[in-house]
């Protein structure tokens, strides 16, 4: 299942589109991009297993634990969109992986750990 960039790119822009608008509002300091693949530093760098082993990673400071957050790089979410894909079957499957993977790596930005994402059915 491959998408071309610019659909995956544009599957990410609808997820984020349908997040209801006080979250929206709350993004202002966020930018979402998309990688095909983590390089190999950050492979390095998260101790991942291969290219394959993450969908997303949330680079920031979660909003939980800011003080004097002022003129600061935006925060980063990557969604990896082999590995998005090489988990999926079919085009849906793909869309609702998106919305999973934007979702989940939003709830870094909130300050939502992984243990609390596994309760809500994110992780």
């Known amino acids: 299942m491959r998408f071309s960039q610019e659909a995956f790119e544009l599957l990410v822009a609808q997820a984020l589109e349908g997040l209801p608008q006080e979250v929206q509002e ?11 693949l983590p390089t190999k530093r950050e492979q390095a760098e998260l101790g991942l297993q291969g290219p394959y082993a993450l969908l997303g990673v949330y680079y920031g400071i979660p909003q939980t634990e800011r003080e004097g957050y002022n003129l600061s790089l935006p925060d980063r979410i990557v969604l ?22 934007v ?13 609390r994402l596994e309760e809500l059915g994110l992780e």
Do not use: K, Y
């Open 80 to 101: 990896f969109q082999r590995p998005i894909e090489a988990v999926c079957a079919t085009d849906a499957e793909v869309v609702e992986e998106v919305r999973r993977t």
């Open 103 to 115: 979702l989940h790596e939003l709830a870094h930005h909130f300050g939502i750990d992984d243990e």
């Open 26 to 36: 709350m993004l202002d300091n966020v930018v979402v991009t998309v990688q095909s």
